[in-house]
């Protein structure tokens, strides 16, 4: 935990600044931006961990088996891509969240 606790206070930081990062739409508070920015923060975070997992998965089982290869490599890709329309999904949540 020790490691991800600057990493963690710099998001924070960002998040709570972020409004002023847009200067032409001053009626946006920071705390306005913090619901989208956190959805977005833990959709992508959520789909980072489950594509490292399916690769993780995906490159176990071909060094055990290497001839199978070519009959996991298209349930792989399609995997990866099922995980991250969840992420673009979240992304247009956020923006509706945002207004």
Known sequence: MNKWTP??????ALLLMSGDAYAQEAAVSAKGNLGPGLAMGLAVLGGALGQGMAAKGMYESVSRNPAAAGALNTPF???????ESLCLFALVVAFGING
């Open 7 to 12: 990493v963690l206070i710099a998001m924070t």
């Open 77 to 83: 890709i399609l995997g990866l891509a099922f995980i």
